[in-house]
């Protein structure tokens, strides 16, 4: 069994679709570990890009992911890192496949809807940037 982190996006919270996503990700077979919703300030999600930084979006990105409350998600499943990058879709939802988030929802390649991690040292560092106890 895996452990991985889902982020849904103020691009999402603000057109009500967590219920929507929640149901995806149980129907997927995760298994929900821990539920967070919380405002990030812009300093916090600059910690938590910390990888972008210097990077041209990455400012946008910042005052984007403070402009209104996300939910993390700590999710469990074999494959777990994998499987929701999968589900989730590419970054950019013109070229993310049907039927992932991202296609379905996103609005672009910024308003993408939902962050993933993207491998399993990843997982497990941004899992401890939210949830302390896993
Ligand atoms: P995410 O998977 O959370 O990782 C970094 C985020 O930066 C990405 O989703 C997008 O929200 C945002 N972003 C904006 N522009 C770009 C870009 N050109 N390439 C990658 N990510 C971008």
Do not use: W
């Not at 691009?11 to 009500?16: G, K, P, Q």
């Not at 929640?22 to 129907?27: A, F």
């Not at 672009?108 to 949830?131: C, P």
């Amino acid at each position: 069994m895996e452990k991985t982190l889902l982020i849904i996006k103020p691009d999402a919270t603000d057109r009500h679709l967590t219920g929507e996503f929640l149901r995806r990700v149980e129907s997927a077979r995760f298994v929900i570990l821990g539920l967070r919703m919380l405002h990030l300030d812009a300093v916090t999600a600059r910690r938590f890009y910390a990888v972008h930084e210097g990077k041209p979006f990455v400012d946008a990105l910042v005052d984007y992911m403070s402009s209104g409350p996300s939910v993390a998600v700590a999710l469990e499943r074999e494959n777990a890192v994998k499987a929701l990058r999968e589900f989730v879709g590419a970054t950019d939802p013109a070229k993310a496949a049907c039927g992932t988030i991202r296609h379905d929802f996103g609005l672009d390649i910024q308003r993408n809807s939902v962050h993933a991690s993207d491998g399993l040292d990843t997982a497990r560092d941004e899992l401890r940037f939210f949830f302390e106890k896993l």
